[in-house]
C-alpha cells in the first residue's frame, strides 16, 4: 500500500478524541519536513530553486511557518492568503501572486508586499498599470492550449482559463518591456494531481524552449521559470509517488542541454507538500442497511470535499482493524443532505461497528481547505503531531457563534414583516 500510515494507532487516536473530539484533520510535522528535504535535494544543483507552497492547499500558518522554515515560499491568489504569508514573516519574492479576474485591491495588497506578480491576461498589463503602477519584476502565465494535453481534474488548457495564448505572450512581453518592466519571469500550470514524472520534465522543456524564443526576438532575459504545481499524490493503494529525484534529473539535463546557467527553476506545489501527511479522523455514528449497507461518519463533505465533488478517491482505514478481512462492502457517508456526501462507495472495510475510529488518508491538501458550510455544517479542528510526539491544536474547530458571526439577529426586532 502506498498510502502513508496514520502515524498514531486506534489507542494514541482514543486517547487523543478525550481532548479534540472527532472529527480533525492530524498533520504530520516529521512527514512533511522530510518530503519538503526530498524536493529541496532532487533540485538542489539549481542554487535559485524554490518551491512556493501553494496556500490554497492548506491555509494554515502553523504549517505554513514550518514549510517557511524549510525555506518554501507562498504561491497566493487572494488577499487572505497574502495576509496568511505576511504572519509567518513571508514578504517581497518569498511570495507570488498567482490569480486570475483579479480586483485591483488584490493586486494592490500583493505589490504592497513585493511578491512577485503573476499576470493571468494580456488585458492585465494594462489594468494593473493603470490601478497601481507596473513593478520591477513581472511574471506571465502561459497556457499553451493543444500543445499540451490536460488531465481529467484540470482538463485541457485550451478550454482552462488560465493564462496567455503563445502569440498573447509575445505581445505581451514586448508591451511590459516597452513599459520599462525590467526582470522577467515564465509560469504555467498545465497539470493537477499528475502522477507522471515525465509530465514536468516536459513542462520544463516547453518553457526552456519558449524562453529561447521570447529572448532572442525581445531581447530580455528571464530570471527564472515556474513550472507550477500538480505533482500527483497515490490516493489508491496501487498508485506510486512520483519519484522527485526523478523530475529534479530530468530537468537539469534539459536545463544544461540548453545551456542554462543562472535561470532559476521554481514550483508552487500544494497537494504533494502536505496532501499525504494529513488524515481526517472521524467516528462511526450510525450503520445503516437498506438497498446497500451504509457507515454514517460524523464528519462530512465539510470536512473533506474532493469524494463529493470529483468522484476523488481517498483510503479509508479502521484504526485497530487494519489486518482484518475486508469483506464489509459499503458506502461511507456524512451527514449533508446531499446524495454525493459520500467519503467512499461500495468500498470494502473490515467490519466496523458503531465507536469505531475511522481514518480518511491523504486529506492534507485541498482537504479542510475546500471545507464549505452548506447544510450549517462546521468545519473541524486541525491538529498537528509535532516532531516530539506531542498534539498541538493549529486550529479550533469552528462553533455555531462563528457560523452566525455574519447576520445580525438584532435587526429582526425592527423588520417588520
Ligand atoms: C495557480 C496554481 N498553482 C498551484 C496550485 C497547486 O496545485 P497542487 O496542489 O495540485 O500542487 C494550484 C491548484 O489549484 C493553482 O491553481
Given at each position: 500500500m502506498s498510502q502513508k500510515k496514520c502515524p498514531l494507532n486506534r489507542e494514541q487516536l482514543e486517547e487523543l478524541t478525550k481532548q479534540f473530539p472527532t472529527p480533525f484533520h492530524l498533520y504530520d510535522e516529521a512527514a512533511i519536513r522530510a518530503n519538503a528535504r526530498a524536493l529541496k535535494a532532487a533540485f538542489a544543483w539549481n542554487p535559485g530553486f524554490k518551491e512556493y507552497f501553494a496556500v490554497k492547499a492548506a491555509p494554515n500558518p502553523y504549517l505554513m511557518k514550518i514549510l517557511r522554515s524549510e525555506g518554501f515560499g507562498a504561491d497566493c491568489s487572494s488577499v487572505p492568503e497574502l495576509l496568511l504569508s505576511e504572519s509567518v514573516g513571508l514578504s517581497g519574492e518569498e511570495i507570488i501572486f498567482t490569480s486570475n479576474d483579479t480586483p485591483a485591491f488584490e493586486y494592490q495588497k500583493a505589490v504592497d508586499l513585493g511578491a512577485i506578480i503573476n499576470l493571468d491576461d494580456i488585458t492585465h498589463i494594462d489594468y494593473l498599470e493603470e490601478q497601481i503602477g507596473l513593478p520591477e519584476l513581472v511574471c506571465c502565465r502561459y497556457n499553451p492550449g493543444p500543445l499540451k494535453g490536460g488531465n481529467a481534474i484540470i482538463g485541457h488548457p485550451e478550454e482552462a482559463k488560465y493564462g496567455f495564448t503563445r502569440p498573447q505572450l509575445f505581445e505581451g512581453y514586448r508591451m511590459l518591456r516597452d513599459k520599462g518592466v525590467k526582470r522577467f519571469g515564465l509560469h504555467t500550470m498545465v497539470a493537477s494531481n499528475e502522477l507522471d514524472a515525465k509530465y514536468f520534465i516536459?513542462?520544463?522543456?516547453?518553457?526552456?524552449?519558449?524562453?529561447?524564443?521570447?529572448?532572442?526576438?525581445?531581447?530580455?532575459?528571464?530570471?527564472?521559470?515556474?513550472?507550477?504545481?500538480?505533482?500527483?499524490?497515490?490516493?489508491?493503494?496501487?498508485?506510486?509517488?512520483?519519484?522527485?529525484?526523478?523530475?529534479?534529473?530530468?530537468?537539469?539535463?534539459?536545463?544544461?542541454?540548453?545551456?542554462?546557467?543562472?535561470?532559476?527553476?521554481?514550483?508552487?506545489?500544494?497537494?504533494?507538500?502536505?496532501?499525504?501527511?494529513?488524515?481526517?479522523?472521524?467516528?462511526?455514528?450510525?450503520?445503516?442497511?437498506?438497498?446497500?449497507?451504509?457507515?454514517?461518519?460524523?464528519?462530512?463533505?465539510?470536512?473533506?470535499?474532493?469524494?463529493?465533488?470529483?468522484g476523488a478517491y481517498h483510503h479509508v482505514t479502521v484504526p485497530g482493524k487494519e489486518n482484518l478481512p475486508h469483506d464489509f462492502v459499503c458506502d461511507v457517508t456524512g451527514s449533508l443532505c446531499e446524495n454525493n456526501d459520500k467519503f467512499a462507495i461500495n468500498r470494502a472495510l473490515p467490519p466496523v461497528d458503531i465507536g469505531d475510529l475511522v481514518v480518511i488518508h491523504d486529506a492534507g491538501a485541498h482537504g479542510h481547505a475546500m471545507g464549505f458550510n452548506y447544510n450549517g455544517k462546521l468545519r473541524s479542528s486541525e491538529l498537528l503531531l509535532r516532531e516530539n510526539g506531542e498534539v498541538v491544536q493549529i486550529r479550533r474547530a469552528e462553533t455555531v457563534e462563528d457560523y452566525f458571526a455574519t447576520l445580525n439577529f438584532a435587526g429582526l426586532n425592527n423588520f417588520k414583516v
Open positions: 516536459e513542462t520544463a522543456h516547453l518553457l526552456f524552449d519558449l524562453i529561447k524564443e521570447l529572448s532572442a526576438e525581445l531581447g530580455i532575459t528571464f530570471e527564472f521559470i515556474n513550472i507550477g504545481g500538480g505533482i500527483g499524490i497515490p490516493y489508491k493503494p496501487e498508485q506510486e509517488p512520483v519519484d522527485l529525484q526523478t523530475v529534479g534529473d530530468g530537468i537539469r539535463a534539459l536545463y544544461e542541454k540548453a545551456g542554462f546557467t543562472s535561470l532559476d527553476v521554481r514550483m508552487e506545489c500544494g497537494r504533494m507538500v502536505t496532501g499525504p501527511f494529513g488524515w481526517l479522523v472521524s467516528r462511526v455514528l450510525h450503520k445503516k442497511n437498506t438497498y446497500k449497507q451504509y457507515v454514517g461518519l460524523d464528519s462530512c463533505m465539510t470536512n473533506l470535499m474532493r469524494p463529493g465533488m470529483y
